[in-house]
């Protein structure tokens, strides 16, 4: 983007909320998300996701978005998803802290590890080990069996070469998730859609070949974020956030506080 004559390089993170699916618009092949609403954040790269005091901001954003508009009851269960990325597991324990009473999980999306798994195993119902392998692994990983996961991709003999690096990088990902494995079983789990949500609300809304400025990249994501509310019909606001919840804004000013913008 372009920002005072320069080109600079930004990051945007951006993180929708819903509470799962609408069960009257859903039907079996095609469910429908209740209540989503979105946040995001622009800031440098790569600083903002490797330093955890440059999460602040986008994390109250976040929690100011929930606690200002879903009821939260103390029987409220709250899941977070993602790519296995380690700045999502630490806005995952900022959650926790601010909804003590409440179970806060986290479990990695099946979206992501699957297409690794595919990647890793083409086997096309050419190679026959690849197909079984597939199999089991993914039988594993639905059913939360870390373990059982790990050992069956250490122990398999049929990668190509060419792959040797990426089934390394993908072992450790499930070691650096074992939480997120282990969870998949969850009731909650439905997936998180922030594919489908990035490219639609971030990505989409912008042209490939063109460079914006910073202004006119936060009105897009505004104007993207405010479509989200307007699409809520029947949306139940809590009158009065729980006391018990309140946020603990430690390293976070009130002036900055002031300057956020919620969508």
Request: hydrophobic residues 30%.
């Amino acid at each position: 983007m372009w920002y005072e004559g320069k080109k600079i390089k930004k990051h945007t993170l951006i993180s929708t909320v819903h509470t799962g699916y609408y069960q009257e618009k859903s039907t079996e092949k095609r469910h429908v998300i209740a209540n989503k609403l979105g946040v995001y954040e622009i800031d440098n790269i790569p600083i903002y996701i490797s330093k955890k005091t440059k999460l602040t901001r986008f994390v109250v954003k976040l929690i100011l978005l929930i606690i200002s508009n879903y009821n939260i009851q103390d029987d409220t269960e709250i899941m977070i998803l993602g790519d296995g990325a380690n700045w999502i597991k630490e806005v995952k324990k900022d959650i926790a802290i601010c909804f003590p009473n409440n179970k806060v999980h986290y479990t990695i999306d099946k979206f992501h590890l699957v297409k690794r798994f595919k990647d890793l195993l083409p086997h096309r119902r050419i190679i026959k080990e690849n197909e079984e392998t597939f199999k089991q692994v993914i039988d594993y990983f639905y059913n939360g069996k870390y373990y059982e996961l790990l050992q069956c991709l250490k122990e398999s003999k049929s990668f190509i070469p060419s792959s040797k690096n990426f089934l390394r990088e993908t072992i450790n990902l499930i070691k650096n998730n074992e939480e997120g494995i282990k969870n998949q079983t969850l009731w909650n789990n439905i997936g998180c859609h922030m594919e489908g949500d990035v490219s639609h609300y971030g990505k989409g809304i912008f042209s490939k070949k063109r460079i914006y400025s910073e202004k006119t990249v936060k009105n897009k994501l505004n104007t993207s974020m405010l479509k989200l509310r307007n699409n809520i019909k029947d949306f139940k606001q809590s009158e009065k956030p729980p006391e018990n919840n309140s946020i603990l804004y430690n390293n976070f000013n009130k002036t900055e506080q002031q300057k956020l913008r919620l969508y």
